[in-house]
């Protein structure tokens, strides 16, 4: 295919969702084969193929208010630099607008250089931290938590109402919702890590002592994705042993359809918002 050539864009099904955790392992991205499958069932995703071989994609994942997510905007190092990526996302761009739909993402630096262009405002910064070695694991912390106090907490954070993705990141094997004091969050399978987020409290104080409850209480790495605002949860977290992998940067494109009533601590993931 020559770089001038406009690529032939499909609508992928959810017998994909192996050919696109290959696209995301290779970019070293967190997802199981289950996140796939979520936005392959649940929204619309784009791709690319070379012969058989899926090489490129992007997903949009409706939301109420009018309002859809962007993600999986993946493109295998063999066919960057042609253009797929925003040819993809123009795809994705499109169908909200026929459906009158108020996009979001959650871009890596390099991505919002792309984006701005295209017509995308920047909102939210957000953080990816790692903790590579937990202390060793302890009983799990006891709470009465449910999906449905993270669904409400979580409405009222984003202004979207997210309860199916987050019953399906809740129903998955070893995933828990854990809170106390006023925080609440959701700790969930990823492919190299668990990724814990969304993450809500009343402060900081409350949102690092659930933290350091999950911490205390999972054996391996845990992945979270902090909101740079909260410095004083972005600061008690590196100073309790977790590091900066990169940051990101949340983009709008199109009308503010909605206003969260309080600012989350740490977000679902930024493949995810």
Not at 44 to 53: A, K, L, S, T
Not at 190 to 199: F, I, K, N, Q, S
């Amino acid at each position: 295919m020559a770089v001038t050539d406009a690529p032939h864009i499909v609508r992928l099904g959810v017998d994909d969702a192996i050919a696109g955790l290959a696209l995301s392992t290779e970019a070293h991205w967190n997802q199981t084969d289950e996140d796939w499958r979520i936005f392959l069932r649940d929204g619309i995703v784009f791709g690319i193929r070379d012969g058989m071989r899926l090489v490129a994609t992007a997903a949009l994942l409706p939301y109420s208010g009018n309002n859809a997510w962007i993600s999986m905007v993946l493109v295998s190092g063999t066919h960057r630099r042609r253009g797929f990526a925003t040819h993809l996302v123009d795809s994705c761009l499109e169908t909200a607008r026929q459906n009158g739909l108020t996009s979001w993402l959650d871009a890596t630096p390099d991505g919002a250089a792309v984006y701005g262009p295209l017509g995308f405002t920047p909102t939210l910064q957000l953080r990816r931290l790692k903790l590579a070695k937990p202390a060793p694991a302890e009983t799990p912390p006891s709470s009465s938590a449910t999906i449905e106090a993270l669904r409400t907490r979580d409405l009222r954070a984003t202004g979207f109402d997210r309860t199916a993705l987050l019953e399906a990141f809740a129903q998955r094997s070893g995933s828990r919702i854990v809170g106390a004091n006023g925080a609440i969050a959701l700790v969930r399978d990823g492919r190299t890590a668990r990724h814990v987020g969304p993450l809500l409290a009343d402060d900081a104080p409350a949102a690092l002592g659930l933290v350091d409850a999950i911490a205390g209480s999972e054996a391996g790495p845990l992945l979270l994705d902090a909101v740079a605002s909260q410095s004083t949860f972005l600061e008690g977290l590196t100073a309790a042993g977790w590091t900066i992998e990169r940051p990101f940067q949340r983009m709008r494109f199109g009308p503010a359809t909605t206003a969260g009533e309080e600012m989350p601590f740490a977000v679902a993931g930024p493949e995810f918002g």
